[in-house]
C-alpha cells in the first residue's frame, strides 16, 4: 500500500498512528523524526514539560532543524503560569490527530509523559473538573511547609486507589489528584474510565541497556548545561514566580537552588544526572505496566514495525 493511501480506510476501521514511548534520553524523537521522514508522518508531542514557552534546553524539545524538516505540535501552546489540564491535552491531541489524517499524514505520539499517552490511546474518559485557583494556593502551600510526602499520603488516604496510577514524586499530577478528589468529592481513580479506542495503534517502546541509558543521561545534561540551560533558568524567573510547579521539572529547580546559592554548579548538575535517572526508572515501571508495547533496542528493529504495521 503505498503512503498516499494509507488512510484512506474502509469503513468500520480505526484510522493507524504510531505512538513512540520510552525513558527520558532514549532517542524518541530521533526515531519519531526518521519514521516521519520515511512514512509522511507528523509528529505531536506527549511531553507535559515541552507544552511551556521558554523551557526549551532544560525539556530536550526539538531543535530547530528538525521542527522545520517535519511538522511538530503541542509544543509552546502554554506559558509557564498557566494551567494545562489531562483534559486539555486530550481534547488538543485529538484535534491535530484529526486534521492530521485529513492531510492524508500520519500521526507519531512521542514522548514520556504516560498519562498523556493513555489518556488518548485507551481514550479515557476524563473528569471534568476546573481548576480551582484557591484550592490549588492551598495545596501548593502545603506543599512548600509539609513537603511532598505529606500531600502524595492525603492523597492516598482519600483515594488508595490512586497509588497505582500517580507517580509520587510528582508534585503536579498529585496536586491535581487532589483537585479533581476534593471538588468532585469522588476518588480520582474511579473517574477515570476507558472507552472505546478510537484509533489503531501501534506503540514502540525504546529499550536501551542500563550502563548506555545512564551514559547518555550524564552526557545529555553536561550538553545541557553547555547549550545554557543556566541563562534559560535565569531568564524565566525574572519572568516567572520561581515557585511555580512547573519549575519543579528535573533540570530547572535544581538549577534556581544553585541561582540562590543554595548549592553549586557542579553540585546542581550532580542531581540533575540523578534525578533524571531515577525518573527513567519510573517512566520504565509505567511503560513495563502496557503489554501492547513492542520493544525496539535500535532504530532499524523500530523502522520494521512501522513499515510492517503501515503496510508498506
Request: hydrophobic share 35%; charged share 30%; aromatic share 6%.
Amino acid at each position: 500500500m503505498s503512503t498516499s493511501r494509507l488512510f484512506k480506510q474502509k469503513l468500520g476501521q480505526k484510522p493507524k498512528i504510531i505512538v513512540i514511548v520510552g525513558p527520558t534520553t532514549s532517542g524518541k524523537s530521533h526515531l519519531a523524526v526518521k519514521i516521519s521522514r520515511k512514512f509522511k508522518g507528523e509528529i505531536i508531542s506527549a511531553d507535559s514539560r515541552q507544552v511551556y514557552k521558554g523551557m526549551d534546553i532544560g525539556t530536550a524539545k526539538p531543535t530547530k532543524a528538525e521542527i522545520q524538516s517535519i511538522p511538530h505540535h503541542l509544543i509552546d501552546i502554554k506559558n509557564p503560569n498557566q494551567n494545562y489540564t489531562l483534559a486539555e491535552y486530550k481534547k488538543d491531541c485529538l484535534k491535530k490527530i484529526k486534521k492530521i489524517l485529513q492531510r492524508n499524514n500520519l500521526p507519531i505520539i512521542v514522548g514520556g509523559t504516560g498519562l498523556y499517552i493513555k489518556a488518548v490511546v485507551d481514550n479515557l474518559d476524563i473528569p471534568p473538573a476546573s481548576p480551582n485557583s484557591q484550592l490549588r494556593k492551598k495545596l501548593e502551600k502545603e506543599l512548600k511547609e509539609k513537603g511532598l510526602p505529606h500531600l502524595y499520603e492525603k492523597l492516598i488516604s482519600l483515594d488508595p486507589e490512586a497509588a497505582y496510577i500517580i507517580d509520587k514524586n510528582n508534585p503536579r499530577r498529585i496536586i491535581r489528584a487532589l483537585e479533581i478528589t476534593i471538588i468532585t468529592n469522588k476518588p480520582f481513580s474511579l473517574q477515570r474510565k476507558q472507552g472505546q479506542p478510537l484509533f489503531n495503534a501501534l506503540k514502540i517502546g525504546i529499550n536501551l541497556p542500563k550502563e548506555k541509558l545512564k551514559n547518555k543521561i550524564r552526557k545529555r545534561t553536561g550538553q545541557m548545561i553547555k547549550n545554557g540551560l543556566v541563562n534559560e533558568v535565569e531568564a524565566l524567573i525574572k519572568k516567572y514566580n520561581p515557585s511555580l510547579t512547573v519549575f519543579d521539572a528535573i533540570g530547572y529547580r535544581e538549577i534556581i537552588n544553585y541561582l540562590n546559592g543554595k548549592i553549586t554548579l557542579s553540585e546542581a548538575v550532580e542531581l540533575i544526572k540523578r534525578s533524571t535517572w531515577r525518573y527513567a526508572k519510573r517512566q520504565m515501571t509505567w511503560f513495563r505496566k502496557d503489554k501492547e508495547i513492542i520493544w525496539a533496542s535500535n532504530e532499524k528493529e523500530a523502522l520494521i514495525l512501522a513499515k510492517k504495521f503501515l503496510g508498506n
